[in-house]
């Protein structure tokens, strides 16, 4: 029975978030990547360039989020899926033979 609270991950837009340097709010703003390895990672990750305003803080934030909560689910379900397939192993080679 899935519901919205076993979402495992949370899409967030960190321009709301609080700057990790001098933790003040609406202050980050995407910036642009300078280097070709900052463009990589900007690509390939889920993570982005931001800037504060404020501090001057440069560094990459991730745009998913994922909660304690969410990684608890995320075990049970593993824990779940590997006794269902031991299970149906087990089954297959009691059948098949
Ligand atoms: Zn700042």
Do not use: Q
Request: charged share 20%.
């Amino acid at each position: 029975m899935p519901s919205k609270s076993n979402k495992v991950l949370f899409r967030r837009d960190p321009s709301f978030a609080r700057c990790p340097s001098c933790a003040s709010i609406n202050t980050l703003h995407r910036s642009r990547s300078r280097n070709w390895r900052e463009a990589v990672i900007k690509n390939i990750s889920l993570f982005k360039i931001y800037r504060c305003n404020k501090c001057g803080w440069r560094g990459y934030l991730s745009t998913l989020i994922i909660t304690l909560l969410s990684v608890r689910n995320l075990i049970i379900y593993l824990l779940l899926a590997i006794g269902a397939g031991l299970i149906v192993t087990e089954v297959l080679k009691r059948f098949i033979r």
